[in-house]
């Protein structure tokens, strides 16, 4: 007794691939194959690149948050002062500061001094914050430190301030010039207070990787600023930095508790978390819409094999009088479709994983056809368009592309395999 055949047997790749192949005077439709195939490799080169950009802007974003602010910030609730204002001064700041540290997963704890200043130099000016900080609590950010735009010595921090490198185009000051720093709230006379100003070397230029802190921030040493923002013997606030920042929630209560009391805290996350939640829904709804795209590219597949299942009738006919089940007809129409998705997944992988990978010289490209000021760095906060190439965007892009091309190709292929014979010849 003859047995049926397995599934996707020799013979029938070898009918599929003949008909893959076949030229437009044997009845093919090549042409459709090749649509399809582009079609494919276009939507699935654009999710690629889309899911990579998408990676690539949030972990730039939030390296650069990281980088060069306080993953968790301990403030005190604050107390009504004689003239009415809310004081939120730390008076042991020390005592807070060792208590923090204490935390398991806290690895720096660092007071602060803030306030807000006019920086000067000839006759340019700029409005800045600054940061009252110890040097050695400096040197351990890593935006700051170890930036690769920096310039100066942030060794010599004590004999002068460090200003952001937005700050520094803004006025036209480098390395080894002297700024003066205004404040509005300086001397206290028995006429009032009158504005404190002071002249500073600027030791250091940094360059953060973000435009908002490189354009406002100002770095000076602690025991300055305390003096220059009449904050003697307090800190404003603690800035405190963890071992696992995107796992910050877990350590606020720890936190709260070895603080005391009068403490509060506020999260790199609570800072922008707006922003995060905003990436996450575009995030969404990018991948929503390029899905719908990679389906209509799918969609070219159905086109074309219900025109090889009309062409190839009688063909399908034949093969059903020599013994061809329903099954193996449907598997070779099945492969026709199958294989144009799985090629054109492949092509799409390789160019959105070259585009991932070469998207700065890409853009610089870009960039330079259309005159620069293609990417603004005071609207978009860091200064390129990064992507970042991680497993699972490809892999979701693939299993997509794949899963699509394979269901859309059922209900031609299956149209073959029910096909009558006797109908498919009768006029042959």
């Known amino acids: 007794m003859a047995r ?46 889309t899911l990579s950009v998408r990676s690539g802007f949030r972990s730039e974003f939030v390296s650069t948050i990281l980088g060069a602010n306080a993953h968790v910030t301990v403030y005190d609730v604050g107390r009504v002062g004689q003239q009415g204002q809310l004081d939120r001064a730390i008076a042991d700041y020390e005592g807070w500061a060792q208590r923090v540290a204490e935390v398991p997963g806290v690895t ?20 800045a914050e600054v940061y009252g900080i110890a040097r050695d609590d400096l040197k ?14 942030l060794t010599r921090l004590d004999e ?17 010039d002297t700024v003066k720093l ?34 406002t921030r100002v770095y000076m040493p602690f025991a300055e600023a ?49 922003f995060l939640r905003a990436l996450e829904v575009e995030d969404n709804v990018m991948f929503i819409i390029l899905s719908i795209l990679v389906l209509i590219a799918a969609m070219n597949i159905v086109s074309g094999l219900i025109m090889l299942v009309k062409n190839k009738g009688r063909d399908i006919g034949i093969l059903r009088t020599i013994g061809l089940s329903e099954g193996s007809i449907m598997r070779v ?39 620069g000021g293609v990417w603004d760095p005071s609207i978009r ?16 892009a693939v299993g997509l592309s794949l899963g699509l091309s394979f269901f859309v190709t059922l209900f031609p292929a299956r149209r073959a395999a029910r096909m009558n014979p006797v109908e498919a010849l009768r006029y042959e």
């Open 4 to 49: 049926n055949p397995a599934p996707f047997a020799p013979f029938e790749w070898m009918i599929a691939w003949r008909y893959l192949r076949a030229r437009r005077a044997e009845g093919g439709v090549s042409v459709m194959t090749w649509i399809s195939l582009i079609g494919i490799t276009l939507a699935v080169f654009a999710l690629i690149a």
């Open 108 to 127: 720096r704890v660092a007071p602060l001094i803030k306030g807000q200043v006019l920086i000067s130099l000839r006759d340019s000016s700029s409005g």
């Open 333 to 371: 129409f099945f492969i026709c479709g199958a294989f144009t998705g799985l090629i054109g997944t492949a092509m799409g992988v390789v160019l959105g994983c070259l585009f991932a990978i070469y998207i700065d010289p890409l853009f610089s490209f870009v960039n330079y056809v259309m005159g």
């Open 381 to 396: 906060g860091i200064y390129r368009l990064p992507a970042e190439l991680n497993l699972s965007d490809v892999l979701s």
């Open 160 to 176: 002068g301030i460090a200003i952001g490198s937005g700050i520094a185009r803004a006025i036209g000051a480098g390395v080894g």
């Open 182 to 215: 205004t404040s509005p709230n300086g001397v206290k006379t028995a006429f009032g207070t009158s504005p404190r100003v002071n002249a500073y070397e600027v030791v250091y230029v940094f360059s953060a990787g973000r435009y908002d802190i490189d354009r």
């Open 140 to 153: 351990s950010l890593p935006g700051i430190a170890q930036s690769d735009q920096a310039a100066g010595d």
């Open 226 to 274: 305390q003096a220059f923002f009449n904050r003697e013997g307090v800190a404003d606030e603690l800035e405190v930095m963890v071992e696992e920042p995107e796992a910050v929630n877990a350590l606020t209560i720890d936190i709260l508790r070895a603080a005391g009391d009068r403490a509060q805290v506020w999260t790199w996350r609570d800072s922008a978390g707006g």
